[in-house]
Antibody, heavy 119, light 105 residues
């Protein structure tokens, strides 16, 4: 069964760092681009970052550019989101999502992990 | 960035009703549009991609149409499982952007 599962969320103080992980299973991980999408409490969906299937290319929403870094480890079937200099407005459920290939839409979603930025 | 605008924001309907949600893009996105369904406390689920292609396992009462800047999601006969929030998303140009959502209640 194809699935992705996030971990690493929690409460973090403003200005600190947090690393989210996403473990994939049931499909050929190295064949797909991967994304992080977030949803602030009671709000809509916001795309955060994307990494290509081979890890050579990545891009980011302006709201996180320079602070967040997406990476992947294909032998471990995992993708990560390193969150630095977090702000209160980064508070959200963070979803890991698999692309349909390298197309830019989200075919498979994890259950999400909550990041709360609070002092 | 391409702005996506959905209407209405909230839609009140009954089981058996035909329901239509509209999504407009701030510039042409050809047919690079996806629709998702999200229920409270759950992850979004892909329903439609390329404006009108039904994802595997999605019931055929759900359909999508449109191209360019105007798109619609239609549920031909609303079922109890369809009460949820629906989002459109463009993938013509990064950053990938979503509409604000339409809650079907």
């Amino acid at each position: 069964q194809e699935q992705v599962a996030e971990s690493g969320g929690g409460v973090v103080q403003p200005g600190r760092s947090l690393r989210l992980s996403c473990a994939a299973s049931g499909f050929t991980f190295s064949g797909y681009a991967m994304h992080w999408v977030r949803q602030a409490p009671g709000k809509g969906l916001e795309w955060v970052a994307e990494i290509s299937h081979d890890g050579h290319n990545s891009h980011y929403a302006d709201s996180v550019k320079g602070r967040f870094t997406i990476s992947r480890d294909n032998p471990k079937d995992a993708v990560y989101l390193q969150m630095n200099s977090v702000r209160r407005e980064d508070t959200a459920v963070y979803y890991c999502a698999r692309d349909a290939g390298e197309q830019g839409f989200f075919q498979l979603w994890g259950q999400g992990t909550l990041v709360a930025v609070s002092s | 960035d391409i702005q996506m605008t959905q209407s209405p924001s909230t839609l009140s309907a009954s089981v058996g009703d035909r329901v239509t949600i509209t999504c407009r893009a701030s510039q042409s996105i050809r047919s690079w549009l996806a629709w998702y369904q999200q229920k409270p406390g759950k992850a979004p689920k892909l329903l439609i991609y390329r404006a009108s292609t039904l994802e595997s396992g999605v019931p055929r009462r759900i359909s999508g149409s449109g191209s360019g800047t105007e798109f619609t999601l239609t549920i031909s006969s609303l079922q109890p499982d369809d009460f949820a929030t629906y989002y459109c998303q463009q993938y013509e140009t990064s950053p990938w952007t979503f509409g604000q959502g339409t809650k079907v209640e």
